[in-house]
Nanobody, 123 residues
């Protein structure tokens, strides 16, 4: 089992920045690929970014590429999402997720989830 707890959400103006954190506990964090997803009201949960267990590989949704950066610190059992140049359409609840294999953009293929953190971007 892996327990995930997100933090760092909040209200920010368009063009601003936030950094989300996801702290993991339980089984060996470095064994898991990690990802961030988001869900806006009335919409399906969508993929944002993923990172391999070592941190050596990452990929992003087209909508955030060049603005968001995913990273991890295995010594701290934490994964981050640095979000820059935020837009109102980035408003959503952001979730971190874990699975053993790297490379999926499908939320239903992830085994462990945090409770989510709200990000609101005002125009």
């Amino acid at each position: 089992q892996v327990q995930l707890v997100e933090s760092g959400g909040g209200l920010v103006q368009a063009g601003g920045s936030l950094r989300l954190s996801c702290a993991a506990s339980g089984r060996t964090f470095s064994s898991y690929a990690m990802a961030w997803f988001r869900q806006a009201p009335g919409k399906e949960r969508e993929f944002v970014a993923a990172i391999s267990w070592s941190g050596g590989s990452t990929y992003y949704a087209h909508s955030v590429k060049g603005r968001f950066t995913i990273s991890r610190d295995n010594a701290k059992n934490t994964v981050y999402l640095q979000m820059n140049s935020l837009k109102p359409e980035d408003t959503a609840v952001y979730y971190c997720a874990a699975r053993e294999e790297y490379g999926s953009m499908r939320y239903y293929e992830y085994d462990y989830w945090g409770q989510g953190t709200q990000v609101t971007v005002s125009s």
